[in-house]
Structure formats: structure tokens, C-alpha cells
């Protein structure tokens, strides 16, 4: 079946960058996903990218995708405390919109 | 615009109890459901998922069930809790077609003791 690993935990600096790696197996994964979950709360969708881009950019998060390593990475520029939360990283196929979650990456800032 | 609604927030149950969420979704019709479950230090785990009323699949075999009384209705059951129960339960809703992106609820808390 699928698998989706990730590291889980990373620190850094406010004011640094963050990056928190993802890798998975499905060769059939169309969309790849981050998402935020906050202290006590559920799921934010931060960004997905298409299996057929290799970077996607939005604000504060870059996205890179290496199809051919199935590796996954989101960059966070000039992180916040406020980015401090848990980062998932997702992805599914065709089959019907499922998603297959990593573990979880928890991100702490220090001021 | 679109909402999902998830309750209650924490639930403690004792062991063999009875347990019922719901969630429900506004704004959109015939969503596809799902129920997540994250276990401490684990990541999220599909438990099951809906494409229309009364239609469940279930991905993993468990002390669980759910059902889908209404097209917009996702409640998960069970009839005697056991400690390994215990997670965060997290309800999502995506279109049915096209778009992938899941929209999650807030989440409940469940501790069995």
C-alpha cells in the first residue's frame, strides 16, 4: 500500500527558514499535499501541488516536488512563531480523493 | 461558501461505553465524507469514507462503524469503546468530482479511561 514518511520534529530561529521533507511511495500520486494543524484544532490545507510541476509558490511557502525521488519538501521563508504547529504532508490518486497522511512534522520557533 | 461542522470537541468516555460523533456539512451537496482518526505520535489514518447516502467503506478493520443517514450527515459509532479508541477524530468533506482538496472539521478529542 501507500506510504507517506516524514521526520517529527524540526526547530528552528524565528526570522530563519524552514524546510520539512516528505517522501512517499505511490508512483500513481497525482496530488501532493501540506497541511497545518494548530494546537487542539483540526486540518488547514496550506498549499497541494500537481504531480506534474516541479515547484509551486505561494507567499512565505515554496514548494518542491521530485517526482523521479518521490520526495516532497515545503520551505517556510522568514519563519514565525506563529507558524509553530504540526505540517502533514498528503497525497492521493485518481481513486476517488482519498488521502494518504505522513506522520506529521512538528515545527517549533524559537524567538 | 461552504462549512463543516464536527462536535463535540473533547468526549471522555469509560471503557465499554457507548460512542457517537457527527459531522455535518453546509453548502454544498453530495460531498464526499470521511473519518480520520490521528492516535498519539502517529499520523492520520483513514477509518472511512462516503460517496452518498448509505454508502460506507471502511479502510481498516476495527471496533468502529459509521454511517451516512443524510447526504450531508457523517456519524461514527461504536457500541462498547475500547482504550486503544482513544485519538483525535477528524471529519473532511471534498467535492465529489474534480477538485481533490479535503476540508476538514475542527476535531473531538476522544479519551476512553
Known amino acids: 500500500g501507500e506510504d507517506v514518511e516524514q521526520s517529527l520534529f524540526l526547530s528552528v530561529r524565528e526570522g530563519d527558514s524552514s524546510v520539512i521533507n516528505c517522501t512517499y511511495t505511490d508512483s500513481s500520486s497525482t496530488y501532493l499535499y501540506w497541511y497545518k494543524q494548530e494546537p487542539g484544532a483540526g486540518l488547514q490545507l496550506l498549499t497541494y501541488i500537481f504531480s506534474n510541476m516541479d515547484m509551486k509558490q505561494d507567499q512565505r511557502l515554496t514548494v518542491l516536488l521530485n517526482k523521479k525521488d518521490k520526495h516532497l519538501s515545503l520551505r517556510i521563508a522568514d519563519t514565525q512563531t506563529g507558524d509553530s504547529a504540526i505540517y502533514f504532508c498528503?497525497?492521493?490518486?485518481?481513486?476517488?480523493?482519498?488521502?494518504?497522511f505522513g506522520g506529521g512534522t512538528r515545527l517549533m520557533v524559537k524567538p | 461558501s461552504q462549512t463543516i461542522h464536527q462536535w463535540p470537541a473533547t468526549l471522555v468516555q469509560p471503557v465499554g461505553s457507548p460512542l457517537s460523533l457527527e459531522c455535518t456539512v453546509e453548502?454544498?451537496?453530495?460531498?464526499?465524507l470521511y473519518w480520520y482518526r490521528q492516535a498519539a505520535g502517529r499520523g492520520l489514518q483513514l477509518l472511512f469514507y462516503s460517496v452518498g447516502i448509505g454508502q460506507i467503506s471502511s479502510e481498516v478493520p476495527q471496533n468502529l462503524s459509521a454511517s451516512r443517514p443524510q447526504d450531508r450527515q457523517f456519524i461514527l459509532s461504536s457500541k462498547k469503546l475500547l482504550l486503544s479508541d482513544s485519538g483525535f477524530y477528524l471529519c473532511?468533506?471534498?467535492?465529489?468530482?474534480?477538485?481533490?482538496?479535503?476540508?476538514f472539521g475542527q476535531g473531538t478529542r476522544l479519551t476512553v479511561v
Open positions: 473532511a468533506w471534498s467535492f465529489s468530482k474534480g477538485d481533490t482538496e479535503a476540508f
Open positions: 498528503a497525497e492521493s490518486n485518481n481513486a476517488g480523493n482519498m488521502l494518504t
Open positions: 453548502g454544498t451537496s453530495n460531498p464526499n
